[in-house]
């Protein structure tokens, strides 16, 4: 595992748009991980990638109070977990979420609350605050071989 591609992202439109093209080539079994700051930009990615999933065009709540939000997609069934408010990994399984990194497609934000119990196979994306431009972000891909060769067909 280790750094596979990296990115920036000038607005949220870019960032979103960033997601839609990650929710095209994603299937059951996926685990993605969010992970940075507050307030850079993993929920207007999450967002970007639940509406592509589910042409939803109102709002994408998240999930930040109620942990989970389940979606029936065209592709299978979504997850769309924010595990900020987690105090131990093991909270993270009270969710159902062992079960559906099987089951489902699983976007997670504060991946890292879960420690080990992250499946190694994931696509870790990070995203940080560029210093030379407030609205600038940029997203560092780490995952495994099989991330690299389906990203390479996005051009991320």
């Known amino acids: ?8 992202c000038r607005s949220t439109i870019e960032t979103e748009h960033l997601a839609a093209k990650l929710a095209g080539i994603v ?3 996926d685990v993605i991980g969010l992970s940075g700051d507050l307030g850079a930009g993993k929920t207007t990615f999450a967002r970007g990638f639940v509406r592509a999933l589910t042409n939803a065009h109102d709002d994408v709540p998240s999930p930040t109070f109620t942990l989970m939000q389940a979606y029936d ?5 979504l997850w769309h977990c924010d595990l900020y408010r987690l105090t131990k990994p093991d909270d993270a399984l009270e969710l159902g979420l062992e079960e559906a990194f099987g089951t489902s497609i699983c ?3 504060w991946p890292e609350r879960m420690g080990t119990l992250l499946p190694k196979s994931r696509l870790l994306l990070t995203f940080q605050f560029e210093p030379s431009d407030a609205n600038l972000r940029r997203i ?3 995952g495994g071989y099989h991330w690299a060769e389906r990203l390479r067909r ?3």
Request: proline share 4%; with cysteine; net charge negative.
């Open 27 to 29: 299937q059951i079994g």
């Open 154 to 156: 996005v051009v991320l």
């Open 107 to 109: 976007l997670v934000e």
């Open 140 to 142: 560092e891909c780490d």
């Open 73 to 77: 997609t065209a592709k299978g069934p």
């Open 1 to 8: 595992m280790g750094v596979i591609s990296h990115m920036m």
